[in-house]
């Protein structure tokens, strides 16, 4: 299931993010992962971003810069 990683060495990476994270933050951790890849799956199926989630960008207008050149 998850490619060479054993039952082992998946209890092992689970209690060390208990030890780092303490058990309360976890919860909260995956729900925020939970709710990014929600939203990840809507932005894919709609084909573009939505107005609420993206700040709305200003067109910047480049302007051509002028080159002097100096006579000695």
């Known amino acids: 299931m ?3 990683l054993g039952w082992l060495e ?3 990476i689970v209690v060390l993010l208990v030890i780092l994270f303490g058990h ?3 919860p909260g951790m995956m729900k925020n992962l939970a709710d990014g890849l929600n939203v990840f799956k809507k ?3 709609n084909g573009k971003p939505s107005s609420k989630e ?3 960008e200003k ?3 480049k302007t051509p810069v002028k ?3 100096k006579k000695k």
């Open 59 to 61: 067109a910047v207008k």
């Open 43 to 45: 932005e894919i199926k």
């Open 24 to 26: 309360n933050k976890i």
């Open 54 to 56: 993206t700040p709305k």
């Open 67 to 69: 080159k002097t050149v």
């Open 10 to 12: 998946i209890l092992v």
């Open 2 to 4: 998850f490619g060479r």
